[in-house]
């Protein structure tokens, strides 16, 4: 079966300070990849998405980076991070174009003092 | 623009009732996904049903019915006989190719 895993599941960074969170999917082979930002009490902000390795899609310009090194990672980056990148961030995959629904990952609760 | 729209920010219902969470979309696909995930407090995102553009029925699973409208562009999440587990927040979404775009979310609380 497929799982999803991502980490760290909590952080508290300063500002300024670099950020890697990372993302892994098992069981399945070339998934679409995604990226999320929820804000305390908001709805889900798509960040960037992957459909293949070295593939990413940004839908909100801004400090934060992706990028998908082997078929089954997804890696979010941020060189200085900002007090406004403050979130819960969520990793999830799908199968493909039209093709099934979203699997979220475990969360990874970013806390920018 | 936005592709999805939930005008409902918070719903109460008593627990055993009913309750209705609205959605409406934005598209001009033909084919197209539509999703309801409910996210409890621990922050989890968990998959309650789907609905393809093409499916003539209305989907169900469960207690968990979606009332699909297509030409009102509205995809509306029905919850009968409401458990206090059910509180949490309820989040319609539409899968446009390779996109899942999300709404703003429905905090729902079940009263005892």
């Known amino acids: 079966s497929q799982t999803i895993h991502q980490w760290p599941a909590t952080l508290v960074q300063p500002v300024g300070s670099p950020l890697s969170l990372e993302c892994t999917v098992e069981g399945t082979s070339n998934p679409n990849l995604y990226w999320y930002r929820q804000a305390a009490g908001r709805g889900l902000q798509l960040l960037f998405y992957?459909?293949?390795?070295?593939?990413i899609s940004s839908e909100v310009p801004q400090n934060l980076s992706a990028s998908r090194p082997q078929d089954r990672q997804f890696i979010l980056s941020s060189k200085k991070l900002l007090l406004s990148d403050s979130g819960f961030y969520l990793c999830?995959?799908?199968?493909?174009?039209?093709?099934?629904?979203?699997?979220f990952g475990e969360g990874s609760r970013l806390t920018v003092l | 623009a936005q592709k999805i729209t939930q005008t409902q920010p918070g719903m109460f219902v008593q627990e055993k009732e009913a309750v209705t969470l609205d959605c409406t979309y934005d598209t001009s696909d033909q084919s197209y996904g539509l999703f309801w995930y409910k996210q409890p407090s621990s922050g989890e995102m968990i998959f309650l049903i789907y609905q393809g553009s093409y499916d003539e029925q209305n989907a169900t699973e469960g207690r968990y019915s979606l009332n699909f409208q297509k030409a009102r562009k509205s995809a509306n999440l029905v919850i009968s006989a409401s458990q206090l587990g059910d509180s949490a927040m309820y989040f319609c979404a539409m899968r446009d190719l390779n996109q899942f775009y999300f709404g703003t979310g429905t905090s729902l609380t079940v009263i005892p």
């Open positions: 999830a995959w799908s199968p493909g174009a039209n093709t099934g629904e979203l699997f």
């Open positions: 992957s459909v293949g390795i070295g593939q």
